[in-house]
């Protein structure tokens, strides 16, 4: 494979990446592409390296790259701002967002709009997240786990971006509102979008497979010691991870 | 006001003439001349020239629109050149006129300031200096605020200014005071005593804007007492360069249920020399106070201070102090105390000092900001104490001025 060169069908073209965190290699020659349009996933246990991969995706200075290239809609954004990429169209929701004292919610969900007198969008998506009431409220300070994950999809829903990555997105969410995260997940991936008419691609890491019930993923991969073991139809992979447990996916990679 | 109560703050003031302050530089008061403090007169407002106005707005005091105070009050240098008041049940006037008007005066002078605390309060006495009298009777209540400023005008001159602010049972009253100077490079002093007598269930917003200039030096004298239910929110801004800022007001929660809350934003440029703080005695059953503190140096010293106290049962109080090193230089020296005198209160503080955090401003980063646009947005945050009960208007100034000061920043 010639690890220089786009492919310009992908959304997201990642070639043998490796990286390091903090001098110690934990992703070993890593290959994925997202095509236009699609949403895959990402299983494996713990400390495998699919947040490491979403990290790096989204260029977080402490994940280097040490060989490798990733290529965004044809650019190579290895070397890419953190903002850079954001501006290019890559979102991500994190797992546990910092608190910015004074910043309102409704200033960072400005600041993901990109436009002035935005203010009756910023309410309709409030509206649809069910985050009204945050608005005006320090970002993240004091937000339950369910709070955190709509504020997170109510700015990236602003942000609009055409690959949204997710670490997690039903962790530490009740019942009650895991349905509601389930339908802003689905928007933002592009069947209805109140910006443009555009379907997006999304990576979804997901330990529960609660979260393949709202969204419509094609492919999937098992991560596991910093390498992509496996790929396959995200529901039978998730039903046999279910059954077996990942041993079975590390005896599939011993084949 | 009685001969003898005259006469014996006259004697302390004496006695403390020389008296160094506890906190801050020393200030050589002989260095100053002292301009002579005139009859009060009633001048039209707007009819200064807009150079003093436009520095009077910087400091939040607005008077070319009248439909946004509900009294004004002018002192330049050592006189009062305006006094208004436009509702019933509120009374504005100059010191000198109150201590003619008013029998129970003396009641209220040097009451919440000692007069021989140092010799900054001795130099305000000895000077029969003038300065604001503000009162709202029972049960009034201000919809507006009343203006106040206070313009020091003279190169290499003292103000002197005392002044005392009443809210009678009931009423409530806002305030908002700005300090400033019409001086640029020359130096000059202010000292202010300010008494607030805040009666059974008043509420009193005071905000105070300083927006002074490299060679002056301040040394405000604040005191504070409190009865059952009655609150105030004091906010304190000061944003720009200054040569010496030393205050350290003390509220006294005396009543049962009486609220103090201190709300200061300090940005101190390089070459200023700023030690504020705020002290709380909660004294009454029940009383509350909240001290937050934010703090910036771009090169300045900052030292920021928090006291409170407990002595009543069912008291409660935290204190907040938080600082960012902007600068190459500069320094912050947080420093919060609290003392307990009895079993079954609850006092807490938090303080920080330090960057900006690189996890929020990468989280800014990845919405799409620049590392640029992610910091001043942290910062302005970070400024953004909400205070309370400030007109619309002045809201905006206020923020105008945060984001002033900013461009400075970076």
């Given at each position: ?216 993923a094609r492919t999937g991969y ?34 | ?41 009633n001048t039209d407002p707007s ?182 239910n009655g609150l105030l929110l ?177």
């Open positions: 494979m010639n690890s220089e060169k786009a492919d310009k069908e992908m959304l997201l073209d990642i070639k043998d990446l490796v990286v390091n965190v903090d001098s110690k290699e934990i992703l070993h020659k890593v290959n994925l592409s997202i095509p236009y349009g699609e949403t895959q996933v990402i299983f494996g246990p713990n400390g495998g390296g699919k947040t490491t991969l979403l990290m790096t995706i989204m260029g977080f200075p402490r994940y280097q790259v040490a060989s490798g290239k990733i290529f965004f809609k044809g650019n190579d954004i290895t070397d890419m701002s953190v903002d850079g990429r954001a501006r290019l169209g890559i979102g991500i929701m994190f797992q546990r967002p910092p608190v910015v004292r004074g910043v309102k919610t409704r200033d960072m969900v400005a600041a993901c709009l990109k436009k002035d007198n935005g203010e009756e969008l910023i309410s309709e998506l409030a509206g649809k997240a069910n985050m009204t009431d945050f608005l005006s409220r320090d970002i993240n300070h004091g937000f339950s786990g369910g709070e955190i994950k709509r504020s997170e999809l109510l700015q990236l829903s602003a942000q609009a971006p055409n690959l949204v990555l997710l670490d997690e997105p039903e962790s530490g969410v009740d019942l009650e509102n895991i349905s509601l995260i389930g339908s802003l997940i689905n928007n933002l991936l592009g069947k209805v979008h109140p910006i443009r008419e555009r379907t997006n691609s999304g990576l979804v890491i997901t330990h529960t497979g609660h979260i393949l019930n709202y969204i419509n098992v991560m596991f010691e910093g390498s992509i073991i496996c790929e396959g139809e995200p529901l039978d992979m998730l039903n046999t991870i279910k059954e077996k447990g990942y041993r079975e996916c590390v005896k599939c990679l011993r084949k | 006001m009685p001969e003898k109560i005259n006469s014996s703050n006259l004697e302390k003031a004496r006695a403390a003439a020389n008296k160094r302050a506890s906190l801050g530089a020393d200030i050589d008061l002989n260095s100053y001349k002292i301009p002579a403090s005139e009859k009060p007169v009819k200064l020239s807009a150079k003093d106005k436009g520095k009077m707005l910087s400091t939040g005091v607005m008077l070319d629109d009248p439909t946004q105070r509900m009294g004004t009050f002018i002192q330049i240098d050592n006189t009062p050149i305006h006094y208004s008041a436009k509702q019933d049940g509120v009374e504005v006037m100059a010191i000198s006129q109150a201590k003619e008007k008013y029998d129970w005066f003396g009641d209220y002078w040097w009451k919440a300031v000692a007069v021989d605390t140092d010799k900054y309060t001795a130099h305000v006495e000895l000077n029969e200096s003038n300065g604001y009298f503000i009162r709202t009777l029972p049960g009034a209540k201000t919809t507006f605020p009343i203006q106040a400023c206070l313009y020091l005008n003279k190169v290499g001159a003292i103000q002197d200014v005392h002044n005392i602010i009443i809210a009678e049972e009931g009423s409530e009253l806002h305030i908002i005071t700005g300090c400033t100077t019409s001086l640029h490079n020359e130096p000059g002093l202010h000292i202010g005593v300010s008494e607030f007598y805040i009666k059974k269930g008043a509420k009193v917003t005071f905000t105070m804007i300083h927006n002074w200039e490299p060679a002056i030096g301040v040394r405000p004298r604040t005191g504070v007492i409190i009865e059952d004091n906010n304190y801004v000061a944003m720009k360069p200054v040569s010496s800022l030393q205050l350290n007001p003390s509220a006294y929660c005396n009543g049962e249920n009486a609220t103090a809350r201190f709300n200061s934003v300090l940005v101190a440029p390089s070459g200023s020399s700023m030690d504020i703080g705020s002290r709380v005695f909660l004294n009454g059953k029940g009383s509350r106070t909240e001290i937050i503190a934010r703090t910036i140096t771009t090169g300045g010293e900052i030292v920021s201070r928090g006291y409170m106290e407990g002595n009543a049962p069912d008291i409660k109080g935290h204190l907040e102090c938080r600082g960012l090193i902007l600068g190459k230089a500069g320094s912050i020296h947080a420093i919060p105390e609290l003392k307990g005198n009895l079993a079954g209160i609850d006092l807490s503080h938090e303080a920080a000092v330090g960057k900006i955090a690189e996890e929020e401003v990468e989280y800014l980063m990845a919405r799409g900001l620049t590392r640029d646009e992610a910091t001043s947005t942290i910062v302005r945050g970070f400024l953004n104490v909400d205070i309370e009960g400030l007109p619309p208007l002045l809201n905006a100034e206020l923020k105008k001025a945060i984001e002033d000061s900013e461009e400075d920043m970076f």
